[in-house]
T-cell receptor, first 113, second 114 residues
């Protein structure tokens, strides 16, 4: 089944404790991105990647890192999480940066205490 | 970042009623997408529109690509309880370096009363 998977689905952590949220897609998509969703603010893009080893900042990149060492995986790294990073996070992918139909993962609900 | 104007923000309707929502952009789009997000899940693509004036259906859902290419509409006929969720429109802003950035509306929260 074609899909985008994320892990973990739920995470509660403390300020300053590094964490990684994994994302994987099995559709051979070139383009992957991370969003956060907060009440009243909609979906905001954190980082995106147009292909392996090509990543760039989205609208709200501060406090986040990403890597794209292989086509299928695009982990989101929080080196020193803070409470304002408590949010619902979505990974998404599409065939390429010029192709518009985008598919989302199931989401990761992160709480930073 | 850019955002699309989506309205209404929320709707509380009776089961069986028809629902309409719309989305507008300050820029011209060549594609409009409509997503639905169920509680606790990721957005799922419902309908994609590629041509101005195009009308496309997916079951009880019908979406239209506005003639001006700056707006789109989503209608749900005879709503049922499982229509509950948040509906997002999305459109591609063309990037100067090539490719596009998919930008999302703020969502319409639909609640259906039995």
């Amino acid at each position: 089944e074609a899909q985008v998977t994320q892990n973990p689905r739920y995470l509660i952590t403390v300020t300053g404790k590094k964490l990684t949220v994994t994302c994987s897609q099995n559709m051979n998509h070139e383009y992957m991105s991370w969003y956060r969703q907060d009440p009243g603010l909609g979906l905001r893009q954190i980082y995106y990647s147009m292909n392996v080893e090509v990543t760039d900042k989205g609208d709200v990149p501060e406090g986040y890192k990403v890597s794209r060492k292989e086509k299928r995986n695009f982990p989101l790294i929080l080196e020193s999480p803070s409470p304002n990073q408590t949010s619902l996070y979505f990974c998404a992918s599409r065939f390429s940066v010029s192709y518009n139909e985008q598919f989302f993962g199931p989401g990761t609900r992160l709480t930073v205490l | 970042g850019q955002q699309l104007n989506q309205s209404p923000q929320s709707m509380f309707i009776q089961e069986g009623e028809d629902v309409s929502m719309n989305c507008t952009s300050s820029s011209i789009f060549n594609t409009w997408l409509w997503y639905k997000q169920d509680p606790g899940e990721g957005p799922v693509l419902l309908i994609a529109l590629y041509k101005a004036g195009e009308l496309t259906s997916n079951g009880r859902l019908t979406a239209q690509f506005g003639i001006t290419r700056k707006d789109s509409f989503l209608n749900i006929s005879a709503s049922i309880p499982s229509d509950v969720g948040i509906y997002f429109c999305a459109g591609p802003f063309i990037l100067t370096g090539g490719g596009n950035k998919l930008t999302f509306g703020t969502g319409t929260q639909l609640k259906v009363e039995l």
